[in-house]
């Protein structure tokens, strides 16, 4: 996206650059361990996945920021783990997009966060075309997925995004595949296996519009419930936080979904951050992106249980945001010409104590 040289004029020198003369840049990830976070990350695709959007001439660059700069200290893979890529027919695996990201994270010492064993969405053909599942043959579906695809990252992930967007809007269960055949069952198999298969990683429940509250929330507060219940190992619930500027969430309303969430006895991560905006975008609308990243990375700071975030990607060409949302783009913290988005430095206050609320305990 074309933005003006006017506005990028505010955005030439991040926060992160300020100091004396010969001083070394700080990153995200420096500033969001500081504060207390265990990273700041970004998610990326493999080479493969980017030559398809078309942006080879940025790949020197991009893998500089992604990889050297010391500004991410974890990363997701955006697709490559996903259920189309690893598993396309049934019973046979491909894990090669998914070990591209991980062979990177692992040289480059990042958190890696794994995403996602059982989602409705991006699913191989076989599973959403068979009509004549059954109760048994799906848990056995389910089973040697999640079983397969934890075994080959076992000991490799921070976390893994265990079930994701299982819910409506309403908090009630939204009608998948899974859920028609198996109902709430469904999500029990996929943490009971993921925990049998990789033990030590932290096992999440992921969502979107999880990030102020409402019905939606309490769902997802459902489920941790009913797996502490019934004994099953949920370590984590992943705020995806795809925000809009223009409508954003107030800090408060952030504070108390995380904690609402930390309240069940569950650490929670911002997994999938970015803030989209009306296009072409306009000095008043970066300003509220600046806000809306001000707020809930602010948040995440000031709440002890959650744990770290992750940008949905951090180059605003690469983002999925524009392919969906017609007439809306730019959501993440560096333009097409790497330079960065106001909101960059809204981050770093954030990260550096500017959101405290006077009287408020630090990391409640």
């Not at 008043?284 to 709440?303: F, P, R």
Request: charged share 25%; proline share 5%; glycine share 8%.
């Amino acid at each position: 996206m074309h933005v003006p040289s006017l506005l990028l004029a505010a955005a030439s020198l991040p926060l992160a650059f300020a100091g004396g003369k010969g001083q070394e840049k700080k990153g995200l990830d420096f500033y969001a361990k500081k504060a207390g976070l265990k990273y700041f990350g970004a998610a990326t695709d493999s080479p493969g996945q980017r030559e398809r959007a078309g942006h080879e001439d940025a790949y020197a660059k991009y893998d500089q920021i992604m990889w050297k700069s010391g500004e991410f200290g974890q990363t997701t893979p955006t697709n490559g783990q996903k259920w189309l890529f690893v598993e396309p027919q049934q019973g046979v695996f491909n894990y090669t997009e998914g070990e591209i990201v991980t062979s990177k994270a692992q040289k480059a010492g990042m958190y890696l966060r794994c995403h996602a064993l059982v989602w409705h969405s991006q699913l191989a053909p076989w599973v959403e075309a068979k009509t004549d599942w059954t109760p048994e043959t799906l848990r056995a579906a389910i089973v040697s997925h999640v079983t397969k695809v934890a075994r080959h990252w076992k000991g490799k992930c921070y976390a893994w995004d265990v079930v994701n967007e299982a819910l409506n809007e309403d908090g009630t269960y939204r009608e998948s595949v899974f859920y028609k055949v198996l109902g709430e069952e469904y999500i029990k198999l996929a943490f009971q296996t993921a925990a049998k298969v990789d033990p030590k990683a932290k096992l999440y429940y992921n969502d979107y519009n999880l990030e102020s509250p409402g019905a939606k929330v309490e769902g997802a507060k459902r489920i941790v419930k009913m797996l502490k219940a019934a004994h099953i190992k949920i370590d984590g619930v992943g705020l995806q936080a795809h925000l809009i500027a223009e409508q954003h969430p107030t800090l408060d309303q952030h504070i108390d979904a995380i904690k609402g969430f930390v309240g069940t006895g569950v650490e929670v991560a911002l997994t999938e951050l970015d803030v989209r905006l009306k296009t072409p975008a306009t000095a008043a609308n970066l300003a509220q992106q600046k806000e809306a990243y001000k707020n809930i990375v602010g948040a995440c700071v000031q709440v002890k249980g959650c744990i770290g975030v992750t940008i949905w990607d951090f180059y605003d060409p690469f983002s999925w945001v524009p392919y969906v949302f017609e007439g809306e783009g730019a959501p993440l913290l560096w333009f097409e010409d790497f330079s960065t988005h106001p909101a960059y430095d809204g981050v770093v206050e954030a990260l550096t104590n500017k959101t405290r609320t006077p009287g408020r305990p630090w990391r409640t």
